[in-house]
């Protein structure tokens, strides 16, 4: 398989998980504030998250790294953020359209700047835009996970 064929298989991928995780989100937008304990975050602040994450993490790294800054990162959280006054809706509203243009950043992007341009990463080491894109998708994997599990629990 070639780059321009594996790129698009990831960004299909990305986009794929994208979309089940926020249709399984939005079958529940009636409990939107539910939360399986009071230490962790409602369904809202979840859909919040997703939104503000790839806004304020993905693009932002994978837009350092296409330009060759030889960025560091560290370990992105949103602990101790205030999700108040984000609707679940708008939230994923705002994630899908940050997903897609996400997405058309990475197919414009030569193969050279996707996979020759590096950064280091707290917790990842070094890692190229592609490798942001699959931690993107591992992202949204892992939020859906968490989700089926306090879903099936409750």
Known sequence: MDFNDSRKQ???????TQIVFANM???????ADWAPAEAEWSLRQIAAHMYLVEKDCFRVRVQQLVNDTKPTF?????????????EMRDSLEKWMAQREAFLAELEGY???ALTEYVGGHAHFGV???MDILQIATHHDIGHMEHLRQ????R
């Open 110 to 112: 030569s193969e050279q």
């Open 25 to 31: 989100l939005l079958a529940h937008e009636a409990d």
């Open 127 to 129: 890692v190229n835009a």
């Open 150 to 153: 306090i879903l099936t629990a």
């Open 10 to 16: 990831k960004l299909e991928i990305a986009k794929e």
């Open 74 to 86: 560290e370990y992105f959280n949103h602990d101790n953020w205030d999700f108040e006054g984000m």
